[in-house]
């Protein structure tokens, strides 16, 4: 999902920016490098621990970008933020982050996602629960915070958390911009976007406002073939996106300020990033999909939130109120690959679907490769499509109240606050499939009630999954540092939560039967917790420039329920609820700055136990998922990320990180005794080692600024086996591999002319194509899919600042 970023100011990046003072004032002008101070590097204030403090300061493993750094590198969306953030995986297909190898598909997200105080993250109440991630315009600045952090932000944060900080209204000065961008992808569409944002008093220091409205499209490369008529739609899978944010500052009195803001946002996916592996050619740039349905993604967020702050000499007391609601539907997944390679099944057994003998065998077994390699294989049948659909929905109210020390160098720091967070989600999935009484024909001689227990429903769906869940949280939390000595200083965190969950779940539908007198379920269920989670820390500011430190943190995820599943298809009784899952980490890190501060290094080693993990158990007779808990885990690594101002006109980045996470004993599956869902050491899906690395050198035109940057990204390939990939286990598949190792090369340069700015860039620039993310759609079809880097794209961008 992409960024808008705002101008880049060259001498400003290799300068750092103060981020605190940005909110509320223009940006200066960008002093020439000879004038920086010998080139030292500054550095950027973050709110990782809810109060201001420079970056260097933070007992955290925290990556912070401002939006000038974000359009240094060319971040576009979080998928390009993650490359340069070690020890962060991003799933491009459900949006998904997972930070130090905490990663799962099932029940709430293992990472808070938080717009300013707000926390937006889903649950996972059915298939495809894309967790929406914000393409805010006008962004002031991005974190990202490593390991868990249950004490400030509480569940939805096992792992992390990623926080969108918005700009704030000045009540002094004006200051605006405007941004634009053309670009072409090899063998592709154009993409383009434009937007501008402007802002500042409205009655000095009484009143002021900041508004900003943009538009992208990213042009597709994947064209969409109809394996029908042949008849193609070429660069299927673009998208176009649309923020709007706005803000006011009101001042009544010295020390209270009190912030409205408005954020909104809407994507439309034509298509999803897929093609098809038999029918592409990816070295002469062919790239085709012909799944028979468009698999669109609609996605629709409205934010409105009220922040109150109130500052005395004493303590400072922070309220935010906010609404979050969300409208999502896409198409999930292919509803005709998935039913013609579930019926692909029954037709190669000989049975029908509800398990009796095909009454024409002959036939029943003529049929039962309805899958090939290049495609669809209904001889004499004609075209056929079913289509799924998903409904996600939030409706999310927050209210979090927080009182603290005002003073970040004092001796004693404290923070307390109370959190209320009321959830309402709604999840169908359906598959709408007019066609199926004729299918049924034509596979078994079969009517459909003879074949299904039922015909279709009145609308045409055969199957229909219809979830309501309700989450709420009440939460107070504590954080308190004490300096026990000048460079010495102890923190300690604790919240205490109850949390609840309840859910109804409607199953309809010829392929979701409850049991064999055709009787659709409807059934619900709730969960209550009190989790307890505690924070210790201790920091060593051995020198004005060096700081260790060493952090034990706990992390949660709040339990739930789940529908049952159909006893006819799915073949027995599975479990209906699952607790919290939980993590502890441990954590020892440094932060220096050496030779006069031109040379900046973050580093950090950790440990994180994860038990009782919150899994989507997948059941192959029927192809449906179920949650639960079952297995642990552990997670070790290291990162290191840092900055070398070489001269004044040389800037060097690096950003490496090692995760290994692996399961920590054998996973055994709750519903069927001996079967192993994972083995011991089997491996959660993460990529072990990244590197990134960047240079930028300045120059001068005449009397103009001038640059050029590279940037290399490298992400390792994974040589453990996840359980797929492991013979030991149920959910082995013999056709899947893990991805290979990447490489992604960009290359930027331009011209600062007072306040315009020009820039030409060209992302992966040697066109690398890896076969990502292989697929299919169970281990007997041998039609797969795959993803892979947008190709080539060279583009101009403009910006002028006032």
């Not at 909104?264 to 897929?274: A, G, I, L």
């Not at 029954?346 to 003529?366: M, R």
């Not at 308190?480 to 309809?508: C, M, P, Q, W």
């Not at 640059?707 to 390792?716: G, K, L, N, Q, T």
Request: some cysteine; hydrophobic content about 35%.
């Amino acid at each position: 999902m992409p960024f808008a970023r705002p101008s880049l100011i060259l001498s400003l990046a290799l300068l750092g920016v103060d981020v605190a003072a940005a909110q509320t004032a223009p940006p200066p002008a960008p002093p020439p490098p000879s004038q920086t101070a010998g080139g030292q590097l500054e550095e950027i204030t973050v709110t990782a621990t809810r109060r201001a403090e420079p970056l260097s300061k933070v007992a955290e493993s925290v990556s912070a970008f401002d939006a000038i750094k974000m359009e240094v590198q060319g971040v576009k969306s979080f998928a390009d933020l993650a490359k340069f953030t070690p020890g962060v995986d991003f799933d491009k297909d459900s949006n998904a982050i997972s930070i130090r190898g905490v990663k799962s598909n099932a029940g709430s997200a293992t990472t808070g996602v938080y717009i300013d105080d707000t926390p937006i993250q889903l649950r996972a109440l059915g298939l495809n629960a894309n967790s929406s991630l914000p393409a805010v315009f006008d962004l002031d600045r991005v974190e990202v915070l490593r390991g868990p952090q249950g004490t400030l932000f509480g569940a939805g944060s096992e792992g992390g958390t990623v926080r969108y900080i918005t700009p704030q209204p000045s009540l002094t000065d004006y200051s605006g911009f405007a941004h634009a961008e053309l670009a072409g992808t090899e063998d592709g569409g154009m993409s383009y976007e434009a937007g501008g944002a402007v802002g500042g008093p409205i009655v000095e220091d009484l009143l002021g406002f900041r508004v900003s409205a943009w538009g992208r499209h990213d042009g597709g490369w994947i064209d969409k073939v109809n394996p029908y008529d042949g008849t193609s739609d070429d660069d299927d899978n673009r998208t176009a996106t649309y923020v709007v944010h706005a803000a006011l500052a009101y001042k009544p009195i010295d020390g209270l300020t009190i912030t409205p803001s408005y954020n909104f946002e809407q994507r439309s996916q034509n298509n999803y990033n897929q093609y098809w592996v038999t029918l592409s050619d990816p070295n002469d740039g062919r790239w085709i999909d012909s799944t028979p349905e468009t698999m669109a993604d609609y996605d629709r967020f409205d934010l409105g939130s009220v922040k109150i702050e109130y500052d005395t000499d004493d303590y400072q007391v922070i309220s935010n109120t906010s609404y979050f609601t969300r409208d999502e539907r896409l198409n999930g997944y292919s509803g005709t690959l998935y039913d013609l390679s579930y019926f692909q099944q029954l037709t190669s057994g000989g049975i029908d679907p509800q398990g009796a003998p095909c009454v024409n065998l002959t036939n029943c077994l003529s049929h039962s490769v309805l899958l090939s390699p290049g495609g669809i294989n209904l001889p004499g049948f004609g075209p056929y499509v079913a289509i799924n659909y998903i409904t996600n929905t939030q409706r999310n109210l927050t209210q979090e109240i927080r009182i603290q020390s005002p003073d970040s160098d004092a001796r004693l720091t404290w923070t307390a606050g109370v959190f209320y967070d009321s959830n309402s989600q709604r999840s169908t999935e359906e598959i709408n499939d007019p066609q199926l009484p004729a299918l049924s024909e034509y596979l078994w001689n079969e009517d459909i009630v003879t074949a299904w227990g039922m015909p279709l429903l009145p609308n045409g769906d055969d199957y229909i999954n219809d979830t309501v869940g309700n989450d709420m949280q009440i939460a107070v939390f504590g954080d308190a540092s004490y300096k026990i000595l000048d460079d010495v200083k102890l923190e300690v965190g604790l919240r205490f939560a109850y949390t609840h969950f309840d859910f109804h779940n409607l199953n309809n539908g010829s392929q979701d039967l409850l049991d064999s007198n055709g009787v659709p379920a409807q059934e619900g269920g709730s969960k209550d917790e009190r989790p307890v989670t505690p924070k210790f820390s201790g920091t060593w500011q051995f020198t004005p420039d060096d700081m260790v430190y060493a952090t034990i943190a706990k992390g949660y995820r709040i339990g739930g329920a789940s529908p049952p599943l159909p006893v006819v298809a799915c073949g027995g009784v599975f479990p209906t609820s699952y607790d919290s899952d939980t993590t502890w980490s441990y954590e020892i890190g440094t932060k220096d700055r050496f030779f006069d501060r031109k040379v900046q290094i973050s580093a950090s080693a950790y440990y994180v136990e994860w038990s009782n993990i919150q899994q989507a158990v997948y059941v192959p007779q029927c192809g449906i998922q179920y949650t639960t808990n079952v297995g642990n885990a552990i997670s070790e690594g290291f990162d290191v990320d840092g900055q070398w101002q070489i001269d004044p006109s040389f800037r060097f980045e690096f950003a490496f990180g090692y995760t290994d996470a692996k399961y920590d004993g054998d996973a055994m599956d709750p519903a069927s005794p001996g079967q192993f869902l994972a083995r011991n050491g089997d491996s959660l899906d993460v990529v072990p080692w990244t590197v990134t690395l960047g240079g930028q050198y300045n120059f001068n035109v005449g009397d103009d600024d001038a640059f050029i940057r590279a940037d290399w990204e490298y992400a390792s390939r994974r040589h453990r086996a996840t359980p797929a990939e492991d013979p030991g286990t149920e959910y082995f598949d013999a056709g899947l591999r893990p991805d290979p190792a990447t490489n992604f090369v960009s290359l930027r340069t331009g011209i600062i002319m007072d306040s315009l700015e020009m820039n030409l860039f060209v992302d992966n620039l040697f066109d690398s194509h890896p076969q990502l993310s292989l697929a299919h759609q169970d281990e007997f079809t041998r039609l797969y899919t795959a993803e892979t880097f947008r190709p080539r794209t060279i583009g101009v961008t403009a910006s002028y600042r006032w």
